[in-house]
Nanobody, 119 residues
Framework: EVQLVEAGGGVVQVGGSLRLSCAAS????????IVWFRQAPGKEREGVAR????????TYAESVKGRFTVSRDNANDTVALQMNTLNPEDTAVYYC????????????WGRGTQVTVSL
């Protein structure tokens, strides 16, 4: 069974930092590109950062560019999302999503981790 498990969420003050992690099991992790999504109350889920299966290509939403950094450690089957200079608009549940690099219908979601940025 393939699992993606997020960790590292919590409450942080404006301007603070958090580091989220996504740990994979049950799959060949380096076959999957990973996207971090987030969903705030009353809003649609949005992709914030993507990293290719080899880790050599990343993209970011405009709203987080320059503040968030996605990285991966394929030896340990983990992906991290470093979030700096957080603001209240970053408050959301953050999800890890993995999609096979060749077989696009093979995809998995984590259950999410809550990030709350307080004033």
């Amino acid at each position: 069974e393939v699992q993606l498990v997020e960790a590292g969420g919590g409450v942080v003050q404006v301007g603070g930092s958090l580091r989220l992690s996504c740990a994979a099991s049950g799959c060949r992790f380096n076959d999957y590109s990973i996207v971090w999504f987030r969903q705030a109350p009353g809003k649609e889920r949005e992709g914030v950062a993507r990293i290719s299966s080899a880790g050599n290509f990343t993209t970011y939403a405009e709203s987080v560019k320059g503040r968030f950094t996605v990285s991966r450690d394929n030896a340990n089957d983990t992906v991290a999302l470093q979030m700096n200079t957080l603001n209240p608009e970053d408050t959301a549940v953050y999800y890890c999503y993995g999609r096979h690099a060749r077989y696009y219908r093979v995809e998995y979601w984590g259950r999410g981790t809550q990030v709350t940025v307080s004033l």
